[in-house]
Structures are given as C-alpha cells and as structure tokens.
C-alpha cells in the first residue's frame, strides 16, 4: 500500500482553500515530496506528518508553483544541527532553477551542515529495492523536460493460507522458505513445493503520479493499469484555450487518459483558482466515476486492485 497526503493542490498561486503544489508519497521507510510549492513547510505542520525522514524531493518540473517552498524548508533544515539531508531528483532544468534558489538566495556562500545532493533524473529507474521501485517518464508541458513518476511494488505469488494448512505445512522458516520459491521437504518425507502453496502472480500495487502535462495521449503506456493516477486538472471544459495557452489539460481529459488506461483510481489537483473544485469533480466523473478532487491534507490509501 502506498499512503498519499496531498499538501497543495491549487494551480500557480494559492487560494483560500488551497496551497500549491505539493504532495508526499509515503511507502515503508520511504517518504516523498513530490513538488513543493511555497508554504509546504506549514503545509507539513498541518499535516501532521512532520519533517522525519522527509528526505527525498521528487520534482515534476521547475516552474516556481512546484519549487519556491524548497527555499523555505532547505532554510529550515540546514539550521537544524541533527539534519540527515535532503536528495533532489528533477529534470536538468529544474535542478538549475533550484541549486540558483538555494545557492545564490537561501545559503548565499555560509556553510550548512545540510548535506543536499542533485539527482537528474533520466527516463527510466530511479530507485528500487527488494519490493519496490520508483521509474521516471517524460512528460510535455510547455517544453519536453517535465517528468512523471512511477511508484510500484514489484509481482509476488500470493501465500494461499487454506492450501498451506490443508498440507500441514508448518508456521515458520518453511513457509518463507515457500514464498521465497523454494521447495520444502515435510518431517514426513513428503515435499511441498511452491506451486502447491502459492497463487498465481498478481502485479504490484502501481502509483503514477503526472505533473502539470499539455496532452495526454502520450502517457498512456506509463499510466497503464495503475491503481492510481494523481494528475492535474487544471481547467474545465469551456476553458480550452486557457489550457492550452498555459500548458495544461482540463478535468475531461484527465479523465479520459484515466479511462483509455484502465486506471482503478483518478485524484485531480493542481485545480485553477477560478474553481471551487466539485465543477472539477463533476466533469471528470461524467466520463470516469472513481475521480475526485483532491484537498489540502486529504489523505489517501493506494491499494492494489487485483490483490
Ligand atoms: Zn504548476
Ligand atoms: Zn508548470
């Protein structure tokens, strides 16, 4: 499962009701801010999930509604002595625009005890463990270095518990053992092996997140089948030519990339300040029923469909 907390979900500038963007992934030991927008740090107070281990910055792109925040926090978190540092991953571009912001505005030459390395991030895998991987994928949205994310646990067999008694296959080391694709030899003699126990191979739980994007039929092959898509839904219908003037898409066509994909959830944001939001929610759903808008500080479960 992966946990989101949406921190900003207004376009370009904030609103009463809203902050920009910015959003934390959270899967086991691993939190992700993805975008910071300005006003994060007070965003993350109200959350409640507080700065521990809020290491790493994943940016869509550089455009100042997704980085003037990181000028805040990196102020913050390089006068706190027991800092662990912080890694940025983000197109060429976009760590330009933000070893500028940090180096020539926030620190302006004084030494920190805050360790910051820059990671341009390349289409493809960014990061991966034993049960999880983090991909990029290129996004257009006024030019051709934005970027999205791909955050998804890897295939595994699921333990059939009725089938694994039914043998008397003891609890403990055998049935790790088991999972591991291992065969195991009873106290018996008879042996099990991993067929006997194990389903068959169901996909990892799959989160993509897109950024501000102008089109969407480009990303269909990234957002294939994914349990969620977190995506902006900057316009409505009606606005078009706003959209596309700005570089962004309307809730319609959010939805239908959703729909095209196969997604199982759609969560919009990045919502223009012209809207209150249900409007939002209202058209996407006319086309794909499982879409909402997202608020500041919702949180949401992403579970795996097929599981
Ligand atoms: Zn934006
Ligand atoms: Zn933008």
């Not at 620190?107 to 960014?126: Q, Y």
């Not at 066509?253 to 300040?273: D, E, M, P, T, W």
Request: proline share 4%.
């Amino acid at each position: 499962m992966f946990e989101v907390v949406t921190l900003g979900t207004s376009a370009s500038a904030p609103s009463i009701q809203r902050n920009v963007t910015a959003s934390v992934v959270i899967y086991r030991q691993y939190r992700f801010l993805v975008d910071c927008g300005e006003g994060t740090q007070r965003q993350i107070l109200r959350s409640g999930i507080g700065f521990r281990r809020l290491d790493r910055v994943l940016l869509t792109h550089g455009h100042l509604d997704h980085i003037l925040g990181l000028a805040g926090l990196i102020s913050t978190f390089s006068r706190w002595e027991a800092s662990e540092g912080i890694d940025i991953y983000g197109s060429r571009r976009a760590l330009g625009r933000v070893r500028d912001l940090i180096f020539k505005v926030v620190l302006r030459g004084a030494s920190s005890n805050l360790r910051i390395t820059f990671n341009e991030v390349k289409p493809g895998v960014i990061l991966s463990d034993s049960s999880f991987e983090l991909r990029a994928f290129p996004v257009e949205h006024k030019g051709r270095d934005s970027i999205g994310y791909i955050f998804q646990k890897r295939p595994r067999r699921p333990f059939l518990e009725e089938k694994a008694a039914a043998l008397g296959v003891p609890f403990g080391p055998e049935r790790r053992q088991l999972v591991q694709e291992e065969a195991i030899t009873l106290k018996d003699g008879r042996v099990i092996t991993p067929d006997d126990v194990l389903g068959p191979m169901i996909p990892g739980t799959k989160l993509v997140y897109v950024g501000d994007t102008d089109r969407v039929d480009n990303l269909v092959e990234f957002v294939q089948d994914a349990d969620a898509l977190i995506i902006e839904a900057t316009y409505l219908t009606g606005d078009e030519e706003l959209s596309k003037h700005f570089g962004h898409i309307t809730a319609m066509q959010a939805a239908k990339l959703a729909k095209v994909a196969g997604v199982g959830r759609l969560i919009l944001n990045h919502i223009s300040r012209r809207y209150q939001g249900p409007e939002v929610a209202a058209e996407a759903q006319a086309i794909f029923p499982n879409a909402v808008v997202a608020r500041d500080l919702d949180r949401f479960e992403i579970r795996n469909k097929a599981a």
